[in-house]
Structures are given as C-alpha cells and as structure tokens.
C-alpha cells in the first residue's frame, strides 16, 4: 500500500517501484474536503463572477453562469475538449497521468471532490486505462484534449481499455457496478486543467533515460575494449581539472567497468582513440547532467498543483494564474530529447569504428568478408535511425501559435516536446542495441582475451539470445534481441 497522496515531495525513485495499491491518506482526504466545502460556500455568498465556476472558459470568461447550469457547465466542457487525434498513448504513460493527476488534486487547491480523486485511484488500482491521444494539446490551459480524453470515463463517457480490450465509458461503469460521478462546480476544470500529459511523458521517459544512460557507459566501454582502446582518458586527474559533474561520474564508471581486463591493460601501439572513445566522459557526461536537470524540473511538477483557478481556503481567495502552462516542461523535454540523441549519435561512430576493419579486426566483422557482409547494414540502420533523431530534435518549445480568440496568446508546445523526445528515447534504445550486437562480435575476434569480468557479463547476456554470427542471416532478429537484453535489465 502506498501513500502517495500527502504534502511531503515524491521523487522518481519513488515512481520506479511498481505501485500496485494506492490510497488516499485521511491528512489528503481532509484537504481536499476543506478546500471543497469552502468553495461551495464561497458560491453561496459570492455573487461576483470567478473565472471558471460561474464563468465559461477561455476567451468566454467574461460569460456568466447561472446557479442551476453550473454541474452542465463541467459536462459541456469535459464533452467539449475530448479533441484528441493521432496514435493513442501507451498503457504506461496513461497510468501515470492518472496517478499524477490524482496527486495533484489530493494537496487541496483545485476544489475537487474526494469521490472525484477517489474514482481516478480505483482506474488505476483496477489497471482501467481510459483511451488518450498524443495529438492535440497546446501544452498551454494544460493538457486540455488529453485529460478531457483521460476524465471522461468519469462520468460514463469516451473510451478506456480493460486487459487491451476497448470499451464504452458507460460499458465500463456498468462492468464495475459504478455509477456516474456527478461533478461539483469547478470541477471539470480541475480536471482537464493542469500538465500530466506532459509530466506522465516526463516521468517514463527519465525513468528510461536514466537506464540507458547507464547502458550507454556498459556498452560503449564493451565497444572500447573491443576497438583495442586506451585507459588513459578516464583517468580521474584529467576530469578533475574540469569536474563538470557528469563527465567525472562517466570516467569514474567506465573505469569501474574495465577493471580486470585483459585487453584494456595491454600495450597498446597507438597514441590516441577516436573522439567516439576517447570522448566518452565529456559526452555522456553532458547528457547526465541534461538529464538531471530534466528530473529536477519533472520531480518539481509531480509535486505541484497546475489547475486554475487555485483555491486556497486558508487565505480566503480563489485566484486566476497559469500554473497549467507547460513552459517549464517543454524546455526541459526538448533539453532532453537533445541530451538522449547524442547518447544515440556517438553509439552509431563507435558501431561504425568497430566494422571499418581497423586494429585487426575484419572488415564489418565478418569471419569471411566478400562472401558475407557481416554487420554491414545495422550500422546503415543506425545511422538512418541517428538521422531521423535530428529531426525529432528541433525544438517544439520555441513555436506558439494563439487560441481560444487570442485570449491563450502565447503557449508551450509542451505535449509535442513530450511525444517526441519519447520517439527519441525508444530510438536510441536501437542503436544502442546495434552497438551492443556489434561490440559482443568483435569482442570474438580478441579470444582468448577476456574483458573485465563486469563486461564478459554483459557479453554472455547477450550470447543467451545472440549466437556470434559466423555467416550472413537475418539480422533484425538478432537487433531485436539485442534489445531485448537491454530491456530486460531495466
């Protein structure tokens, strides 16, 4: 059971636990039940129009609301905004929009009901994952489209998958033997209002970044080995005299790594390794600390409140701001989309060092090259899966285009950030599985050298699924189990 429902942070080492059962803390159930009471007070007594209770939405703000419209007022709008389009978004991100979502509801400042937070806890303990599309939010008033797609199974409406099979929000009720929930002023606005399609991404795709970053260092020491590479450029004085944080952390893991090898402590003939190798902790390094920097700007919006209007009981107010705007995240995405690709572009050089026939290996590590073409093309894959990589890497946050009658001037474009630094992370993924088939057949060609023990590790993993390929055969088998070997070991 997990409490993660109270005021204190969550981090995303939290999140990497499997999260089976989830409930609502009585310290969460109480905030949320003193923000809602005071709010159907306020309405009481309050006969001045507040953006978005008794108002419409957008550049209709200034439309008042009468009393009796206002729980058909939440339902037009939840109707309204389910404009989503494109591919649907993965079972694992949508989980974490509704846990996220509920989070940010249960600190007690959007006016939710406990009722309303508690049916979005009991989709995800029940693993019913409400039909999402990846295209159609600003990132801007928050994920409008996204979450309106998210909500209105609420209320026995859109679509959801049980098991992967789809059906009716009103089938699922039914199924259930729930009734509709019956929104309270306000609350449709909470609920489409806010970031979690953005932060969801933002959570799985560093969840990933952070493994691959490691798988990164593994492999590209396996690839170094295997090239006949040089220690000397990890050695601990050289990044002492320039400690940015990660490349010190680089150069101190991938000596970690090549600890008891055979090869790396052989004399070498050569003075220096391509930048591919040699570079390894100033760029790997670098995407570390993007990374990081992109988990602290997660970590702050997981913890936050990113409706409007905020409600806050204490102090008397109910206040129009911009917490849904997704600014924050879209620069940290697009630095992170960035940060992955160049784990992604420097994999696909040292690929294609190990397969140019240098330092006694055959060319495209083929046993009888001419006859076999060997690891020839993964590395054309790689290289086209590098390239598209760029493409996806132009940033999205720097584009705006004005809505809702130019009231919403100026937006983040901060879903499209998510969406496509997720098609990064999954590509770098394949290339760094490219790189690791390529590095475990030229580590053969070195026999009876052995790597370090770690790496040997790493190398027999690999062989369990991968033989050595001793003649041409059909490798995207082979480049998918390669992949499966990192997947495994996340």
């Given amino acids: 059971m997990h409490h993660l429902f109270d005021p204190q942070s969550i981090s995303l080492e939290e999140l990497d636990i499997p999260l089976t059962s989830l409930v609502l803390s009585e310290s969460a159930r109480n905030r949320i039940q003193t923000c809602r009471d005071y709010l159907d007070q306020k309405l009481l007594q309050h006969d001045a129009p507040i953006y978005g209770i008794n108002t419409g939405f957008g550049s209709l703000c200034n439309t008042e609301i009468a009393p009796d419209d206002l729980r058909q007022l939440q339902i037009n709008l939840m109707r309204s905004h389910a404009c989503g389009t494109g591919d649907e978004v993965s079972p694992e991100v949508v989980r974490w929009m509704l846990l996220l979502k509920a989070r940010s509801l249960s600190l007690g400042y959007s006016g939710a009901q406990v009722a309303t937070v508690e049916r979005l806890i009991d989709l995800y303990e029940n693993d019913i994952l409400p039909v999402v599309y990846s295209q159609g939010s600003l990132g801007a008033s928050g994920d409008l489209a996204p979450l309106a797609h998210l909500c209105l199974p609420l209320i026995g409406e859109g679509e959801v998958r049980i098991n992967g099979q789809k059906m009716t929000g009103a089938a699922m009720l039914q199924q259930q033997g729930w009734e509709p929930l019956e929104l309270a002023s ?19 795709i560093l969840l990933g970044a952070l493994r691959l970053s490691e798988w990164a260092d593994t492999i590209g020491a396996l690839s170094l080995d295997a090239f ?54 100033q760029v790997h390094g670098a995407s570390k600390d993007a990374i990081d920097y992109a988990k602290r700007v997660v970590e702050i919006e997981i ?6 209007p905020n409600v806050f009981p204490e102090a008397d107010k109910v206040l129009s701001g911009g917490n849904f705007h997704g600014q924050p995240l879209a620069l940290a995405m697009d630095f992170l989309a960035i940060a992955l690709a160049e ?6 050089r040292r690929t294609f060092q190990l397969i140019s026939g240098q330092r006694d290996l055959p060319p495209f590590l083929a046993a009888d090259a001419g006859l076999n073409s060997g690891l020839m093309i993964p590395q054309y894959t790689a290289a086209s899966i590098v390239s598209q990589n760029k493409q996806f890497c132009t940033p999205a946050s720097i584009d705006t285009i004005p809505s809702s009658n130019n009231q919403e001037d100026h937006v983040s474009m901060g879903a499209n950030s998510a969406v496509k630094c997720l098609k990064v992370l999954e590509n770098v993924e394949r290339v760094l599985a490219i790189e690791l088939l390529t590095a475990a057949q030229a580590m053969e060609f070195r026999r009876p050298l052995k790597t370090s023990p770690t790496l040997e590790k790493t190398v027999a993993a690999l062989r369990e699924k991968v033989s050595f390929n001793l003649q041409d055969r059909y490798l995207r088998t082979d480049m998918e189990k390669a992949r499966s070997v990192i997947r495994s070991r996340f």
Avoid: W
């Fill in 343 to 348: 784990l992604g572009s420097i994999s696909e």
């Fill in 228 to 281: 006949d590479g040089r220690i000397e450029p990890f050695d601990d004085l050289i990044h002492q005299v320039r400690p940015h944080p990660g490349q010190v952390a680089t150069a101190t893991k991938m000596r970690e790594l090549l600890q008891g090898s055979d090869l790396i402590s052989r004399p070498k003939s050569h003075v220096q390794d391509p930048y591919s190798f040699r570079c390894i902790p």
């Fill in 186 to 204: 306000k609350e449709g606005l909470a609920l489409l209002n806010g970031t979690q399609f953005m932060s969801a991404h933002g959570v799985h």
């Fill in 303 to 308: 913890n936050s409140v990113s409706d409007n």
